[in-house]
């Protein structure tokens, strides 16, 4: 429990650090002189960073365990958060926001290598969406609740005690968890080789552009582009736009926390996912033709993309069914390497779609983007449908089995336990 506790406060903060910037913007924009462009440069910074930090994150976690790899980056996002306190440009944000996205990497990829290592394959859904769904509080924090604390004392005090809170989770999970036993792993593997040989899992194919477009539509509308659809399409104030992005956040967590009973009830991950994924497509879709015409209807439909566009946990979940325990940090820091992959190419993507149209009237110019997110995300699970329930008859991989008792040297003692 105290490691799920302690893994929880550090997923809490990351999910804080990849949307506070949708809130904090036009005050950060004014002070630092930066333009719209400039702040989804920003924003796309912080997930480009990240998917990179999953490289050397997920060799770390098979190599050295999550309490090292955790804390070790999670002090480097305390940093990135300090300099983007007193930054005072383009340039110093730019660095601030990649040593956060970089720092913050194995923040939940720690809690699903303990997931993977500690307990069954059937549990594993359940754990990392709870992990998943609560851990959303930090999207929580980071709309209305971000948007008043801004009002009042402004984003740089704010993101000082941010670096504090960091600094902290970083220490107290170097001081109290405890790492599982390591595994043998036939041949020692080269950096890359664990990654390519994840790579080339030919069941793992179909599963890979839903993971690519899944996540990435949903948080470029919650990190990037909803403050300012309310407003320009709405009219909504600051306080009005973090009510409707925390509408949003509020679905997305009781969403990601549904979705392991769901997922538990339907006994098939990959038909959870799936559905999950068509209910967010055609929401998307909705939102684009629709939207513009009703700001109750907006938000409603950002709260369903929000709640239903949260299939992380179930997808990591079908993909891990593949996973051989000597690879699974490397491979569920692949599928973040992915997911986060796509949500740097969609914010940067959006960003250009934003800059050449416009011409356009702000609720055109939305609808058109909120269409081309529900077509793609069509297309990424047409191609889904084809990917395999679960490994074939023979070729399961094994599971690393129960953790060696206390006494043996290197197990786990019960804060290691998640």
Same mark, same amino acid.
């Given at each position: 429990m105290t490691a799920f506790l302690l893994l929880l406060l550090a997923y809490t903060i990351s999910q804080f650090d990849r949307g506070f910037l949708a809130m904090v913007a036009?005050?950060?924009g004014h002070d630092l002189g930066l333009s719209a462009s400039d702040l989804a440069l920003l924003s796309a910074a912080w997930f480009l960073a990240f998917a990179l930090g999953q490289v050397p994150s997920g060799l770390w976690l098979d190599r050295f365990g999550?309490? &090292?790899?955790?804390? !070790?980056?999670?002090?480097? @996002?305390?940093? !990135?958060?300090?300099? #983007?306190?007193?930054?005072? !440009?383009?340039? *110093?944000? #730019?660095?601030?926001?990649a040593l956060i996205g970089f720092g913050c990497a194995p923040a939940l990829m720690g809690s699903l290598y303990l997931f993977g290592r500690l307990y069954p394959p059937e549990r594993f859904a359940m754990l990392s969406s709870l992990m998943i769904g609560l851990g959303t509080a930090g999207d929580l924090l980071g709309s209305?609740?971000?948007?008043l604390a801004t009002q009042a004392f402004g984003w740089r005090p704010i993101l000082a005690g941010l670096a504090g809170v960091t600094a902290l989770s970083a220490l107290l999970i170097l001081g109290l968890i405890r790492d599982p036993p390591r595994l043998a792993e036939p041949g020692r593997t080269s950096f890359l080789r664990g990654y390519l040989t994840v790579a080339a899992m030919r069941p793992l194919w179909p599963i890979f552009p839903v993971v690519f477009v899944s996540y990435a539509v949903v948080i470029a509308t919650r990190s990037l582009w909803v403050g300012s659809y309310l407003g320009s399409v709405h009219g909504f104030d600051a306080l009005a736009r973090g009510h409707g992005a925390l509408a949003m956040s509020a679905a997305m967590a009781l969403g990601g926390i549904?979705?392991?009973?769901l997922e538990r009830l339907v006994r098939d991950p990959k038909a959870t *996912? %799936?559905?999950?994924?068509?209910v967010t497509a055609l929401a998307f879709l909705a939102l684009g033709l629709l939207g513009g015409a009703s700001a109750p209807l907006a938000v409603a439909l950002l709260a369903l993309? !929000?709640?239903?566009?949260?299939?992380? @946990?179930? #997808?990591?979940?079908? @993909? &891990? &069914?593949?996973?051989?325990?000597? #690879? %699974?940090?490397r491979g569920v820091s692949f599928m973040n390497i992915l997911f986060m992959g796509g949500a740097s190419a969609a914010q940067a993507l959006s960003a250009a779609f934003v800059l050449n149209a416009e011409a356009l009237d702000p609720a055109s110019l939305y609808g058109r983007l909120f269409l081309a997110f529900g077509l793609a995300l069509l297309a990424a699970s047409a191609v889904y449908v084809r990917a395999p329930r679960a490994p074939a008859l023979g070729s399961l991989t094994p599971d690393p089995g129960p953790p060696p008792p206390a006494s043996a040297p290197g197990a786990p003692g019960r804060a290691g336990r998640a």
């Open positions: 036009p005050d950060l999550p309490r &090292r790899t955790v804390a !070790g980056l999670l002090m480097l @996002a305390a940093c !990135g958060t300090a300099l #983007l306190c007193v930054a005072q !440009g383009f340039a *110093a944000g #730019l660095t601030a926001m209305t609740p971000l948007a549904a979705y392991g009973p *996912a %799936l559905a999950g994924c068509l993309i !929000g709640g239903a566009g949260l299939s992380y @946990a179930i #997808l990591m979940a079908h @993909a &891990r &069914r593949f996973l051989p325990a000597h #690879l %699974l940090g």
